[in-house]
């Protein structure tokens, strides 16, 4: 869990738009506003490197002490839009906090350990949604699914939180599914089914 912050210093931003935007990642900053607990949007540029650092050691719900230009403010990193092609930071958005404060955010989940012999493990939920103390959040949900037997399902009630953290979404999700896994027999029968789709789909597409 996150039991500390990291400082980073950033600058207030005038200038809005697409434009401002190139151009400050040009200069190696990151468009970012930070709002809540009723006070106005303010809007920052990031430094992108020492960011990227900051979330590559804390995950995406990485709490960050803000000095922005002397003045310090706690804040939760609330959603990280990436460029879907070349990768980079387009834009932040930061949720004012205060120390003490609970938060709900969505933490990821991760599957660990071997479930029994002839089993498929599948994950049906990649997060799920918690409430935790805002310096206490945890990078990650574990679930162990090691010796688990086919016909097991693991549900958003079945998860092992750490102390302090509640779970938030809905209790009945259905988060890890190990089902018998299939035969070659069955796979055979799947791919001549689906040989067999094909070709009856095949004069029709010829007819169009």
Known sequence: MATQTTTLAVTTRTEKGKGAARRARREGKVPAVLYGHGTDPQHLHLPAREFATILRGNGTNAVIELDIEGTSQLALTKQVDVHPIRNYIEHVDLLVIKRGEKVTVEVTVVIEGDAASGTLVVQDANTIEIEADALSIPEQIVVSVEG????????????DLPEGVALTSDPETLVVAVNEAP??????SEDEAEGEAAAEEAPAADAE
């Open 183 to 188: 035969s070659a027999a069955d796979l055979a």
């Open 148 to 159: 688990v037997a086919a016909g097991t399902l693991i549900h958003g009630s079945d998860l």
